[in-house]
């Protein structure tokens, strides 16, 4: 019997290892893995650079806090916001998706002086309090709102419901591909609304690019992107490759307001996570991997088309397929036949978040099992 509490759903196998595309479990099976451990994998699996950057940092210096600065903590920040581009100057290190987004919420909430935040149906921004008050889940939005104030949500890609957002909100907080709810991109020109309304009220805008950030979706994030610029944008996921790392980009707008003591994280910004995320830079500009993830995308557009595929959602290596069996009995049959896929709130959608060094051989043998299990 586990120690672990039993509070997730697992794979009915257990993995011992992996390497790039693939895993390989207790039995020497190997899986041809597409979903990442829930996009985190953004290298594939130990990706010998950001290895041998972990081994080096470790040998080095394993850990410090943020009493002491760090060269490696510098350089990573450094890289981050060049990789980011402008406006985004100004980066906070944390540990998760949901601290970063924790961070950010609170931020516009405590120097704005407004208690109401904005969010979509369908969110997901993680456990944290404010996190967990953004993310739409009824049953525990509603136990938290004692503690959490107001939040208004709106429905994707609604325009008309964007004046909702009035000078009582602090902020704005969606994801650019809301990912759990079933791959919904949010079109370019509701994005643009609303970059426009929050400015009108003086609202903060907050992208969530846990999933889509990291060059996941064929650029190096959807902030910045054809004149798009929020306030703040939270990353994670695969933003070491594997190694636990969050951080909050931000404007020089709101970093002028961060006053010391505002922000804090015993572990955030560690010289062996931003060890790690340096080579995942690095490695992600020397490969291009960014325009591989938009290939990603025309390759399953053209090769996943089979019957019983209705539709392919999302964009570059953030992609859903709409399917007329049950994602679940799909993604069951995909498993037996050693590929690893995800569910979605959506229960038609079948998720795939692939690293992003995925080729056309590997897109052509799910298709080659997508049309085993669906003409079954």
Known sequence: MSALVDTYETLPFTVIHGDGMYVYDTDGREYLDLYGGHAVA???????????????????LLFYSNVAPLDVRDRAARMLTGFAGAPYDKVFFCNSGAEANENALRLAVEKLGRSKIAALRGAFHGRTLLAAAATDQAKRAES?????????????????????IDTDTAAVIVEPILSMAGVITLDHTYLEALVVRCREVGAWLIFDEVQTGMGRTGVPFVAGSRGVFPQMVTLAKGIAAGVPMGALLMTGEVAEQVKMGDMGSTFGGGPLACAAMCATVETLEAQ???????????????????KGVEAVLGRGALLGLRLSL????????????????????????????????????????????????LHA
């Open 42 to 60: 953004l290298l594939g699996h130990s990706p010998p650079s950001v290895a041998q950057a972990i081994a080096e940092q470790a040998k080095s």
């Open 144 to 164: 938290l709102n004692p503690w959490s104030g107001p939040v208004l949500r709106l429905v994707p890609n609604c325009t008309e419901e964007i004046r909702q």
């Open 288 to 306: 291009d991997l960014a325009t591989n993830a938009a290939r990603i995308e025309s390759w399953v557009k053209r090769h996943c088309h089979v």
């Open 326 to 373: 049950p994602a679940k009995e799909v993604h069951d049959a995909l498993m037996e036949r050693g590929i690893i896929t995800g569910k979605s709130r959506d229960p038609h959608v079948l998720r795939l978040l692939p690293p992003l060094i995925t080729r056309e051989q590997h897109v052509i043998a799910l298709a080659k099992a997508l049309g085993e299990v």
